[in-house]
Nanobody, 125 residues
Framework: QVQLVESGGGSVQAGGSLRLSCTAS?????MGWFRQAPGKEREGVAA??????????DYADSVKGRFTISNDMIKNTLYLQMNSLKPEDTAMYYC???????????????????WGQGTQVTVSS
């Protein structure tokens, strides 16, 4: 397991942008962003794996074209650039990591063994 620390949440108006960061204490093969709104289940937002010069990314349909996940392998830091934010994006956002490659099961939260403490994102209309 690695330790994960998120930052970058906040409050913005609809249409605005935020960038979330997550710093890991070590290297992990797959890192992802999840979110949970009040009264709703936690859902996968995006995930990324970088290995052997190849980067795999995937996104939830609800954020495709608006959010971009990226990583800095030297800094062990994960990012989520969120543009064109909508009120329905309001949630607690969590960074997660696991030692297996991201694949078509990336959005299953039980597959991750490290979690950050979460950072709140609030989008007002």
């Amino acid at each position: 397991q690695v330790q994960l620390v998120e930052s970058g949440g906040g409050s913005v108006q609809a249409g605005g942008s935020l960038r979330l960061s997550c710093t890991a204490s070590g290297y992990t093969l797959c890192m992802g962003w999840f979110r949970q709104a009040p009264g709703k289940e936690r859902e996968g937002v995006a995930a990324i794996s970088t290995a052997s010069g190849y980067t795999y990314t995937d996104y939830a349909d609800s954020v495709k074209g608006r959010f971009t996940i990226s990583n800095d392998m030297i800094k062990n830091t994960l990012y989520l650039q969120m543009n064109s934010l909508k009120p329905e994006d309001t949630a607690m956002y969590y960074c997660a990591a696991r030692s297996t490659y991201c694949s078509n099961n990336w959005a299953i939260d039980t597959r991750y063994n490290s979690w950050g403490q979460g950072t709140q994102v609030t989008v007002s209309s």
